[in-house]
């Protein structure tokens, strides 16, 4: 029972760390894009 509730919040622990990396790196290339845009 209790390795069941360790396993799944692992998971959502894994999954919420992913998307939340995708989202880093979705701001950052968007911050490098109006960077590159103001400078030109």
Do not use: P, Q
Request: glycine share 2%; proline share 0%.
């Amino acid at each position: 029972m209790l390795s069941k509730i360790i396993n799944e919040s692992k998971i959502k622990w894994e999954l919420s760390s992913f998307l939340g990396l995708e989202y880093l790196l979705r701001n950052v290339r968007v911050y490098y894009l109006k960077r590159e845009y103001t400078d030109a």
